[in-house]
Nanobody, 124 residues
Framework: EVQLVESGGGLVQTGGSLRLSCAAS????????IGWFRQTPGKEREGVSA????????YYLDSVKGRFTISNDKAKNTVYLQMNNLKPEDTAVYSC?????????????????WGRGTQVTVSS
């Protein structure tokens, strides 16, 4: 069974940090790109960052460049999103998703396996 499970969300103050984890199972990890997406009520889901597990290529949304870092641990089949200097506008439900392809800018409709999401709340 293909499965993605997120963890690591929570409540932090502006300027704080969180590390999200996306544990993958049921597919060939190296063949997939994993994307992190976020969504707030009334807004479309947006792609925040992505990594291709095979070659390590990465993508970042402009608004998170220099603050967020995506990485993976192939031994654990897990992708991480380290989020530093968090801002209130980063508040959202963050979900990871998988797609068997080379790395491209993460577009939600292109991904077919999703986790359930984890809430990130940044207080001002």
């Amino acid at each position: 069974e293909v499965q993605l499970v997120e963890s690591g969300g929570g409540l932090v103050q502006t300027g704080g940090s969180l590390r999200l984890s996306c544990a993958a199972s049921g597919f060939a990890f190296d063949d997939y790109s994993i994307g992190w997406f976020r969504q707030t009520p009334g807004k479309e889901r947006e792609g925040v960052s992505a990594i291709h597990n095979g070659d390590g290529a990465t993508y970042y949304l402009d608004s998170v460049k220099g603050r967020f870092t995506i990485s993976n641990d192939k031994a654990k089949n897990t992708v991480y999103l380290q989020m530093n200097n968090l801002k209130p506008e980063d508040t959202a439900v963050y979900s990871c998703a998988a797609r068997q392809t080379i790395l491209t800018a993460p577009i939600p409709r292109d991904y077919n396996t999703w986790g359930r999401g984890t809430q990130v709340t940044v207080s001002s």
